[in-house]
C-alpha cells in the first residue's frame, strides 16, 4: 500500500525558511515524477513545484520561483521542499504527490496519483 507522509509544516514569519519532507512507503519511488502542491482556504489546490523522475528537470510555480527548491533523496525515498523568503500568502497546506512512472512532470494535479495527507504552513505578517 502507497503511503506518502508529509512533515516539516509550522508557523513562521515572513522572510523565514521552512523545509518540508515527505516520505514514501509501499513502493520505490525513484522512477517516478514527484509533485508538491497546496491549498489556502476558500481556494482551489495549486501546483507549486514538480520533478522529473530522473531528477534532471524542476517546474515551478510562479509565485515560488526563486524561492522553493524542489528536491529527492532516493536512497530516502523522500522528496523536500525548501521554501525561502516566504510570504504571508504562501500560507495554504501543502501535499506532496506521486506522478507516472518515467514522467518528466507536471503543473496538472490529475496526473497524479497518490497524494499525502498534507502538512499545514503559516507564514504570519
Keep these: 500500500q502507497v503511503q506518502l507522509v508529509e512533515s516539516g509544516g509550522g508557523l513562521v514569519q515572513a522572510g523565514g525558511s521552512l523545509r518540508l519532507s515527505c516520505a ?5 519511488f525513484s522512477s517516478y ?4 502542491f497546496r491549498q489556502a482556504p476558500g481556494k482551489e489546490r495549486e ?17 515560488v520561483k526563486g524561492r522553493f527548491t524542489i528536491s529527492r533523496d532516493n536512497a530516502k525515498n523522500t522528496v523536500y521542499l525548501q521554501m525561502n523568503s516566504l510570504k504571508p500568502e504562501d500560507t ?18 490529475s496526473r497524479y ?3 499525502g495527507q498534507g502538512t499545514q504552513v503559516t507564514v504570519s505578517s
Design 47 to 63: 501546483f507549486v513545484a514538480a520533478l522529473s523522475w530522473s531528477g534532471g528537470s524542476t517546474y515551478y510555480a510562479d509565485s
Design 113 to 115: 496519483d497518490y497524494w
Design 92 to 109: 495554504a497546506v501543502y501535499y506532496c504527490a506521486v506522478g507516472p512512472k518515467y514522467y518528466g512532470g507536471s503543473t496538472d494535479s
Design 24 to 28: 514514501a512507503s509501499g513502493r520505490t
Design 33 to 36: 515524477a514527484m509533485g508538491w
